[in-house]
């Protein structure tokens, strides 16, 4: 049986890594894989999250199952942080995931429960594994344009355009700050149209919120989502821990469903079945984490506090950056670096520039040009700078 079996496409950003682990050059940069990293190259453990660590170990008296659907209390504090203190609770339905991607994963499996001829409108471009777990799963993909590559910025009316020949029971898929590939993200004004030309069509919204707080800050991020939220009758919203609370290994996600409040029981219901049929229950550590976090004000404080001090270090890199380019090339082309928000920019290099710095200077980024900018630091963006400048850019 197992010979009927097919090689898989790899995975470009996780060869990507591979390629840069074996290069043996001192010098070389990892902007590729989306993980933050301090100066230093490393990952670290939050310090809120190693005390909420500390209080669970001691307080945790049993390691048996817990919800099928997840923690109330990680439901309200993500909620909460998410939509606001005012959130319609009764329009609420909620699932714990197996991180971000599971949490995507389960809002298009409840939408195909919902309406199995759906198809999903994503960004061109988007996150890499939004259209791979849709094509796994046989759902249509639907492309909107999203990013002027020239411009370097989100060209509105062509996204408008495409979006207004969605038709009610399809999905359209939003990032809900710091665009994944590009950084570039829409105003609230924009988000405002959308909603207005989704309203119109009868399309379902879907937000991917991955990356809050790493843009302008917890509340700014969640602004599109909230206008979203209050706008529209039903709305999904596939909420990430991994970024935001540095738990990239314990696998803590959820997904809210916002519908009529009189049908959010079945909701309710059929998003369990779903846990169910996948993995049954969520993992509980991560939960009990970013629960115990959000719900102490101690650990509130400082958590927002090195949340803040990780965004505006990106952004100090984001502005360097941009600076360099400018001194060198004389011109303002590459300002849209510091306009962007998040991990992400795209470039706008060709693959054969993008090689050409990785064989020449052991910069490694993403074929498409995308950059992790917390894979940079202050004495490592002057040497991207000239690479850039060196291969054309």
Not at 137 to 152: C, I, L, Q, S, T
Not at 170 to 199: I, K, M, R
Not at 331 to 343: I, K, Q, T, Y
């Amino acid at each position: 049986m197992f010979s009927n079996l097919k090689p898989t496409p790899a995975d470009k950003i996780l060869a990507l890594s591979g390629l840069y682990r074996a290069d043996p050059r001192d010098e070389k940069i990892d902007l590729g894989v989306g993980v933050y990293k301090t100066a230093e190259g490393k990952t670290p453990i939050m310090s809120a999250i190693s005390k909420a660590e500390k209080i669970l170990h001691e307080t945790e008296t049993t390691k048996t199952y817990a919800s099928l659907i997840g923690q109330p209390d990680f439901h309200g504090a993500m909620a909460a942080m998410v939509l606001g203190e005012g959130y319609p609770a009764d329009r609420l339905a909620f699932l714990s995931t197996v991180g971000g991607t599971g949490a995507c994963r389960q809002a298009f499996e409840l939408a195909r429960l919902a309406n199995p001829e759906m198809k999903v409108w994503v960004s061109d471009p988007t996150w890499p594994n939004h259209i791979a777990i849709l094509n796994f799963m046989g759902v249509e993909v639907k492309p909107y344009r999203y990013f002027d590559n020239d411009a370097r910025a989100v060209a509105f009316d062509a996204m408008i355009e495409d979006l207004k020949q969605a038709k009610k029971g399809d999905v359209v898929l939003l990032h809900g700050c710091c665009h994944n590939p590009t950084g570039a993200n829409l105003t609230l004004e924009q988000w405002a149209v959308v909603a207005e030309t989704l309203l119109a069509n009868g399309a379902t919204p879907m937000i991917d919120l991955a990356y809050q707080g790493f843009g302008d800050g917890l509340e700014a991020d969640a602004a599109g989502t909230r206008l979203m939220a209050e706008k529209m009758p039903e709305l999904m919203i596939a909420a990430s821990c991994s970024k935001n609370f540095g738990i990239y290994r314990e696998r803590t996600g959820c997904l809210m469903v916002l519908g009529d409040a009189a049908n959010t029981a079945i909701t309710q219901d059929n998003l369990g079945k779903l846990n169910r049929l996948a993995y049954s229950f969520p993992p509980f550590h991560g939960q009990a984490l970013v629960a115990k976090v959000l719900t102490d004000p101690t650990l509130r404080q400082e958590w927002e506090d090195e949340l803040e001090s990780v965004r505006n270090g990106m952004l100090g890199l984001r502005e360097q950056l941009a600076a360099e380019l400018r001194q060198l090339t004389n011109s303002d082309r590459f300002d849209f670096l510091a306009r962007h928000r998040g991990m992400f920019s795209r470039l706008g290099a060709t693959e054969a520039q993008v090689m050409k710095m990785r064989e020449d200077n052991a910069i490694y980024m993403v074929g498409d040009s995308r950059l992790n900018i917390a894979g940079l630091n202050e004495n490592s963006v002057p040497l991207l700078a000239k690479a850039i400048v060196a291969a054309g850019v």
